[in-house]
């Protein structure tokens, strides 16, 4: 059984910083590609940065120069840094991963989300 556990979020001020990471976890032969997506109140989830294979990495227009995403291959665990955060990030944000597991076909799996408010 594979299972995506995020840890970090949280509140914080406008412009502070969060850090959130996720680990994969059972039997995996391969992970092709792991991100972060998120999704605020009333609006549909929406990609926020991902790695694929190769490590190209994408970054929504709204996060970019401000979330740095990067990944641990060794550990199948991807981080997102947070800094410059503005009160329109705040969302549950939750990790996706790309995988194959032993004896199963690859698809995708979600974590459970962690909320990341940003609030004075």
Do not use: H
Not at 7 to 25: F, K, R, T, W
Not at 87 to 114: F, H, M, S
């Amino acid at each position: 059984q594979v299972q995506l556990v995020e840890s970090g979020g949280g509140l914080v001020q406008p412009g502070g910083s969060l850090s959130l990471a996720c680990a994969a976890s059972g039997r995996i032969v391969s992970i092709y590609g792991m991100g972060w997506y998120r999704q605020a109140p009333g609006k549909q989830r929406e990609l926020v940065a991902d790695c694929r294979s190769g490590n190209t990495c994408t970054y929504a227009d709204s996060v970019k120069g401000r979330f740095t995403i990067s990944r641990d291959n060794a550990k199948n665990m991807v981080y997102l840094q947070m800094n410059s955060l503005k009160p329109e990030d705040t969302a549950v944000y939750y990790c996706n991963a790309d995988l194959k597991p032993v004896g199963y076909v690859r698809r995708e799996y979600w974590g459970q989300g962690t909320q990341v408010t940003v609030s004075s």
